[in-house]
């Protein structure tokens, strides 16, 4: 029993460590700043802050104890919880593949070297959407379940 105490603080531990790269790496590449900047909410900087802060702590309880989301509210209303947190998942990870691309300057060198001078937004659309689709047809082909 003691070790089981022992390995769930040595995990728990763990997982805000590693939640704590991830969030430091976000705000090395200036994803916190870059929605910011968009949504124009400097004021609202600490409702940033608590929401990184909820969110890798909730992501740390969930990889550590192995639960599933749609466990904790059942029937309809856990399907659509579900649901929210997969858009939210999906923009999360979407503004991180953006900001990279960004850091990296993939664009400019894109659009440089196939000469693109117009049309750049519908780019960026097309990508959105393209990944959007993949990851709609892997969910729904249920890839990677074995």
């Given amino acids: 029993m ?3 105490i022992f390995l769930g603080i040595v ?4 997982g805000f460590l590693v939640a704590g790269g991830v969030v430091a790496l976000m705000i090395g590449l200036g994803i916190i700043t870059r929605f910011v900047g968009i949504t124009h909410t400097a ?3 600490a ?8 969110g890798a702590a909730a992501g740390t309880v969930l990889t550590v104890f192995d639960i599933k989301p749609y466990m904790l509210i059942p029937g309809i209303a856990g399907s659509a919880a579900l649901a929210l947190s997969g858009v939210f998942m999906g923009i999360f990870v979407g503004g ?11 664009f400019p060198v894109f659009c440089r ?3 693109i001078v ?3 937004s519908w780019i960026v659309i097309a990508l959105a ?4 689709a993949g990851s709609l047809m892997h969910f729904y082909m249920r890839w990677g379940k074995g």
């Fill in 2 to 4: 003691a070790a089981h």
């Fill in 11 to 14: 995990g728990f531990s763990s």
């Fill in 43 to 45: 004021a609202r900087t």
């Fill in 47 to 54: 409702l940033y802050e608590n929401a990184i802060l909820a």
């Fill in 96 to 106: 991180w593949i953006m900001a990279l691309a960004e850091v990296v300057n993939v």
């Fill in 113 to 115: 070297r196939f000469g």
């Fill in 118 to 120: 117009k049309g750049m």
């Fill in 129 to 132: 959407l393209g990944k959007t």
